[in-house]
């Protein structure tokens, strides 16, 4: 960045022609930081391919690859296979593309908005983009400032950098003062000239010296990680023990005789059916069922006002033990009001006023210079002091118009508010009387009015953290403009209110079990107010951040362990807290706007940034971006992280169940002298084809009140919970009990071994749709039967079409003979009643062992 005497000898003061605009573009570059270098989409795209659950598909397609080496054949098992890998992958990588455009979009908004600059010698309004070093911008309130540089003309200039130090109050800046891009000018006019533009500016130094890297393993990650593992060493066990057991079986009745051709094919068969256990072990379909959650929780949680940046974290911000927030914007509007007043109403002051409160009316609307701007929601921004918006709005809500009133009594003369004088005046003409209208601060104003006014009711507001601002008024006799001998008129209360929400929201996360705290850089007393005004202050310790920075690191966990509150909290202070309560075990998301929130949201396991007020570099680091910048938008995320984390429990137990039934089965089957139960285009039917049409069933389920209900998933805890193992341990042990049945008498129907093999195939297949009813009440409860997810009926209807067309029709590939329909409803009845009624039984079970206290909720 160039200094004030360097600019001023590079540009002049004068403003830039337009040629040496486009000179200066060229030499110093646009306004415009280059975002950060992203991977081609071929890396993006094979980043997918790091699961763990994808690795064993892989290596099984190796496998299969063998096979069909050796065999001649199985050249469908590998397409099977790959088709569920890439689908899987792609679904993923489609979402996270989309996600991305929509971020990049959302950021170019900013670099289109409207800036007025002096260029050949007049005003012109050019885009922020369009801004060069040298450039004369003209600054007003409500501004943004678009670049790096100095302040040559200031009246009351007053900037919002809390971007860069997080602090809530405007700074006043001076002429030959410094202002950055990303701040904002909330009072006073004034012109700058730039210095710095794009990556030269402070912002975007940080953002290029920053990186942004995710390589944070999230909790979702690390517990597939483990049950990849698990699901290996089950595969692998089941392959060894039945080549082996198959080997001495051989040996015995004399299929395995020493090195020749009999044995040799002998061997073959064995190794082959231990690949088919390898691959019916693996979960075919839960990348599948992880793409789909977190695609449909994506979807739903942007109509629910999160951009979700990074796939996984709709599952992290479930997880989320502890939130960390930033106060300004997130917990309150951002807005100043006015929330107590001396007066009970503002009133029309008609000519004359004739009363205390139309004195305050009269003085609020005249004596100011804040406009207010009409959105599109139907809400007022102020344009210039946040104090003095307040009170237009107070009006406002009154049905009082300012702008009518300033039209009526133009000011004759008006002196600004000033940081020494601390009161505004304004001298105003009342039906031929010359009024002296004044604000300020009430200490001050007391001491200039006759008689001096009771102060308490003004302590009363400030005890409540509120700014106050007192209104008194004189009748100009003669030459006397002096602002002494004033008349009291009462005052007013003003501060930045909660959102109507958070209360509610605040109250919500912690019955989750999810503690929130509050950073910010108020004072303590400011800070204790809201936090206590919104829940979040429930016993816990109130500490400064310089406080808390002093601490040894042992401390510093100690104290983030039993912290609510941190004020006067600097940026670096929020970055050591996260790390403090990641060393407790804590899943932390950080909420954050401005640059100096970066490394927080860096390191924390889910960042969320403001998608209105935050920074081009904050939203880079976050993971979801909030777009109303709101705390109850966090609860709606938690609460769809919640569902899609149920959603994966519910699919695994689906299809473990049937997983652990099929490979028990291969291997006891041969081993008691039943036919193989299974051909491998029936494996194929049932791992990849048909687990993948239950993933879309069983992740497309609704969340319900529930899920807020209870404590987070410790970041530890296995995804296979108690519930599930036994859930699946039992109905398995039931399906590989009643299918041996069936291939050993064919009591369920079937005089041939076709007919007894398509029974047994028939009713296996149903009995899995049956019990994914008892998947959608993993929880104890079953949902909103059809309205809580009408896409499960559909598709699971489909499946059983699909499976009655196989029995009927699928001779010739899956080796099947027709049933009657006799057998089909024998089958329908055998295969729905005990898996429905076991279903039920583990789950009265487990609710008296909950209800006991014995096991905890959620397992």
Known sequence: ??????????????????????????????????????????????????????????????????????????????????????????????????????????????????????????????????IVVGDLILLEAGDAIPGDGWLLASNGIFCDESAFTGESEPAHKEIGEKV???????????????????DATGMGVIAAALGIDHSTRTPLESKLENLAGRISEFGYVMAILICSTLIIRGILVGDVTGFNVATANHVLSYFMLAVVIIVAAVPEGLPMSVALSLSLAMRKMTRANCLVRRLVACETIGSATTICTDKTGTLTKNQMEVAGASVTSPTLPGPVPASAAAWITLNAAVNGTAHLEEQEDGRARAIGNSTEGALLRWLRAHAIDYRQLRDEHPACRQILFDGKRKRMSTVVDLDGRRILLVKGAPEILSGLCMPAPNLHGVETLASRTMRTLAFAHKEITGDDESETGLLWDGYVGIRDPLRDDVAQSVTRCQHAGIRVRMVTGDTPATAHAVASEAGILRGGTVITGREFRELPAEGQVAAAASLDVMARAEPMDKLLLVQALQETGAVVAVTGDGTNDVPALRRADVGLAMGIAGTDVAREASDIILLDDSFASITSAVWWGRSLYENIQRFLIFQLTINFSICILVLAAPLLGYPEPFTIIEILWVNIIMDTLAALALCSEAPHPGLLDRSPILRDAPIITPFMAVSIAVTGTFLVVAGLLQLSTGFLGGQTDAEIASVFFAAFIIAAVINGFN????????????????????????????????????????????LTVAEWVTIAIAAAVPVLVLGFLIRSAFACHRASGKIPAGS
């Open 775 to 818: 998947c959608r009440a993993m929880d104890g409860r079953m949902p909103a039967f059809f309205s809580g997810n009408p896409t499960f009926f559909f598709v699971m209807s489909g499946i059983v079409v699909i499976q009655v067309l196989i029995i009927q029709f699928g001779e010739s590939i899956f080796g099947t003979v027709p």
């Open 1 to 130: 960045m160039f200094t004030l005497d360097e600019i001023r000898e590079y540009a002049g003061v004068d403003g830039l022609t337009s040629p040496a605009a486009e000179e200066s573009r060229k030499k110093y570059g646009a306004n415009v930081m280059t975002p950060p270098e992203r991977e081609p989409l071929w890396k993006q795209y094979l980043k997918n391919f790091d699961s763990p659950i994808i690795k064993i598909l892989l290596f099984a397609v190796m496998i299969s690859a063998v096979v069909s080496v050796l065999e001649g054949s199985g050249l469908l098992d590998i397409l099977a296979i790959l088709a569920a890998i890439l689908l899987a992958t792609g679904i993923s990588f489609c979402n996270e593309y989309r996600s991305s455009r929509e971020f990049d979009v959302l950021n170019a908004r900013r670099d289109d908005v409207a800036v007025r600059v002096i260029r050949d010698s007049h005003p012109k309004v050019v885009r922020s983009r369009d």
């Open 180 to 198: 950055f891009k990303g701040s904002f000018v909330t009072d006073g006019k004034g012109r700058m000239i730039a210095a710095a533009v794009g």
